[in-house]
């Protein structure tokens, strides 16, 4: 298990684990942060979802959880070490996004082929984020109004996180 963790140090992992067994899988286990039991607790109220969840804790010291709900729709939900809901994010058809965004998205990338469109509520406010290829570069566009965006880096959490999970 742990050779499939951490593939670049295996001579290592295979000393230690052959060395000290399973108090070396613990002792690594219990490094790794665990979800606040606010946060699950609020998640648990707040949505109805699968079995399968995949929790990330943000260098801003959120976390967000990657899940289905039972209508097998992806949901990506933010919450505060409080328990307190920040946003979700669901994946939309680009047909159903406002026609608005795509004037701004042709303007500043007329070669750009689209990935993604994901529709983020955060209390009252909707926002979109339209993930594009441009130049051989995956990145987003935060659209706050409809002339009005923010690059969302290629080494953004949003995408190194999924680089990672569809690396394993």
Not at 50 to 60: A, E, K, R, S
Not at 64 to 75: G, M, P, S, T, Y
Not at 94 to 101: F, G, H, M, Y
Not at 136 to 161: A, H, K, N, V
Request: aromatic share 14%; proline share 7%.
């Amino acid at each position: 298990m742990l050779r499939h963790l951490f593939p670049k140090i295996t001579g290592f992992t295979s000393w230690l684990t052959r060395r000290f067994g399973c108090v070396a899988l613990l002792l690594v286990g219990a490094c790794a942060p665990s979800v606040p039991d606010t946060v699950l607790v609020a998640f648990e109220n707040t949505f109805d979802h699968g079995p399968d969840t995949q929790w990330t804790l943000n260098p801003n010291g959120s976390w967000c959880v990657d899940f289905q709900r039972e209508n097998h729709k992806e949901l990506f939900a933010c919450y505060s070490q409080e328990g307190q809901l920040l946003d979700v994010e669901f994946e939309i058809h680009p047909d159903a996004a406002p026609e608005e965004l795509w004037p701004c998205v042709r303007r500043a990338y007329p070669n750009a082929i689209l990935s993604s469109v994901f529709e983020r509520c955060q209390g009252n406010r909707t926002f979109y984020v339209v993930e594009i290829a441009d130049g051989g570069q995956l990145f987003g566009l935060f659209f706050e109004g409809w002339d009005e965006f923010s690059i969302i880096p290629p080494d953004d959490i949003r995408f190194t996180s999924r680089m990672s999970i569809e690396n394993n």
